[in-house]
């Protein structure tokens, strides 16, 4: 079973659409990020849920916007989609906030986003 | 500003034989440093984790070193095999909590048979 699983696996759209990524984890974690990872193979935080309550946003337009339905799932809806959207998202989870010396993240498998 | 970097940013070794990978990071305060092996067209997994305290820490053929006093950590691989060929991700953790992690942009690591 896929502990992190999200969906699509590639998309591709056109500028000023809007689209959604969506996330689920089975490993009863509370709590839920969204990863972005550039071109260069950066990896930097977008956002981070716990127990379906936003606990960090960083800066990151407004058209990003999370929804948590429950604490297994965290989507991420896109508006009016730019070229620089591109990137590949990983959504991941972690038992806690990290709080623990030892917490670890657990990713999916990433979607790549491609904006023409 | 916390910063991570790693060298080189990419390695290609024959199959069998052992490398290093190196990781310099100027994160404040520290809390623990971690390896990642991210596979192509996957997300990273975790090797290992590390807290100010340790200076060593295996899983299997990784091994990895952590010096806080220089704030250099290393990620030896053993015996490589095929299957090692992914890219490392050297991350550090600001303090506790998950969302104070800062990335590295990994080495990218071939092995050839």
């Known amino acids: 079973d896929t502990a992190v699983s999200q969906t699509p696996k590639y998309l591709v759209t056109q500028m000023g659409n809007d689209k959604s990524i969506k996330c689920e984890q089975n490993l009863g974690h509370d709590t839920m990020y969204w990863y972005k990872q550039d071109s260069k193979k950066f990896l930097k935080i977008m956002f981070s849920y716990n127990n379906k309550e936003l606990i960090i946003n960083e800066t990151v337009p407004n058209r990003f916007s999370p929804k948590s339905p429950d604490k297994a799932h965290l989507n991420l809806h896109i508006n009016s989609l730019e070229l620089g959207d591109s990137a590949v998202y990983f959504c991941?989870?972690?038992?806690?906030?990290?709080?623990?010396?030892?917490?670890?993240?657990?990713f999916g498998s990433g979607t790549q986003l491609s904006v023409l | 500003k916390n910063q991570v970097e790693q060298s080189p940013q990419s390695l290609i070794i024959l199959e069998g034989k052992n490398c290093t990978l190196q990781c310099n990071y100027t994160v404040s305060p520290f809390s623990n440093l971690r390896w990642y092996k991210q596979d192509t067209g996957r997300g990273p997994v975790s090797l290992t984790i590390?807290?100010?305290?340790?200076n060593t820490k295996s899983n299997g053929r990784y091994t990895a070193t952590l010096d806080a006093d220089t704030k250099q950590s290393s990620l030896h691989i053993t015996a490589s095999q095929l299957s090692d060929s992914a890219s490392y991700i050297c991350?550090?953790?600001?303090?506790?909590?998950?969302?104070?992690?800062?990335f590295g942009t990994g080495t990218r690591l071939t092995i050839i048979p």
């Open positions: 991941a989870s972690s038992q806690d906030l990290g709080t623990g010396t030892n917490e670890k993240l657990f």
């Open positions: 991350v550090v953790s600001a303090g506790f909590g998950n969302e104070k992690l800062t």
């Open positions: 590390m807290t100010f305290s340790e």
